[in-house]
């Protein structure tokens, strides 16, 4: 039987929706479709710019009374000011709590949840710390399936949330009714390709500095490599610079899907 193995998430921060319009209220705002939510339990999405740009991704979690939302740390105060700022006259209150967040792999405690990103990827449970088993490598975890992190592949005020992945992650809804950036948003979904995407790149010679840049053979620049893992990195690539010899860091890379 496979073994559960968890620990609390340290870097995570968890912010608490109440109020009677606080589903219309995000779904005014995030990307994902709160009906969605509600249904499952959980859902991932992000706020954005109205230029379409990543303010914030993270996970939106249902409750009885409540929608808690799931966010790095380090960007949850500026999240909970923007949602302030958009709240006029939607009767919600948005306030930071101290419950702590615990992520596993294995069979899962009662109430945890699937991560809706990608399966691989295992559960959390919100309101309780657990720890379990042996450490898990959440970067190889990530690398393997191509999910970006804030702070690594995500980066607020830059990033467009397609081009890391998520439509392929779940955290877009396109039949859902407008939202903030979703013009932009939209536009890049209908286009026939998109410009730049996540790939794995093998790393045989050892890890390179975070944000190291990919080079073809004459120079130009293809992309960068960011989180790190097992001989392996995944960069946020030029989908038309990916074919013959790269190299990082002054080592040949080369993409394993």
């Not at 230029?51 to 249902?62: E, H, M, P, T």
């Not at 790095?72 to 909970?80: E, I, K, N, V, Y």
């Not at 450490?135 to 970006?148: E, G, H, M, Q, S």
Request: aromatic fraction near 4%; charged fraction near 25%.
């Amino acid at each position: 039987m496979t073994e559960t193995r968890c620990a609390p998430v340290p870097d995570r921060a968890l912010l608490r929706v109440t109020g009677p319009d606080r589903e219309k209220y995000l779904q005014g705002l995030v990307t994902q479709d709160m009906g969605r939510v509600l249904r499952d339990g959980i859902g991932y999405g992000a706020l954005l710019t109205p230029q379409g740009k990543l303010i914030a991704d993270f996970l939106l979690v249902a409750q009885p009374d409540a929608v808690l939302i799931d966010v790095a740390r380090g960007l949850a105060d500026d999240l909970a000011r923007r949602l302030t700022m958009f709240r006029l006259r939607s009767r919600v209150e948005i306030a930071r709590t101290d419950l702590p967040v615990t992520r596993g792999i294995g069979p899962a405690p009662r109430g945890a949840l699937a991560d809706p990103r990608e399966p691989g990827l295992g559960w959390r449970l919100y309101g309780q710390a657990l720890t379990q088993g042996a450490a898990v490598d959440w970067d190889a975890l990530r690398i393997a399936r191509k999910v970006p992190e804030t702070g690594a592949e995500l980066i607020p005020g830059d990033s467009f949330i397609l081009e890391l992945g998520f439509a392929r992650l779940n955290g877009v809804d396109f039949r859902k009714g407008c939202y903030v950036g979703q013009e932009v948003t939209a536009r890049m979904h209908h286009k026939t390709e998109l410009r730049r995407g996540l790939v794995v790149l093998s790393l045989p010679a050892g890890p390179v500095p975070p944000g190291t840049p990919v080079l073809m053979a004459d120079g130009r620049e293809a992309g960068a490599v960011y989180t790190q893992a097992d001989g392996k990195g995944l960069a946020l690539m030029r989908m038309d610079r990916i074919e013959g010899p790269l190299s990082a860091g002054g080592q040949p890379v080369t993409p394993v899907d």
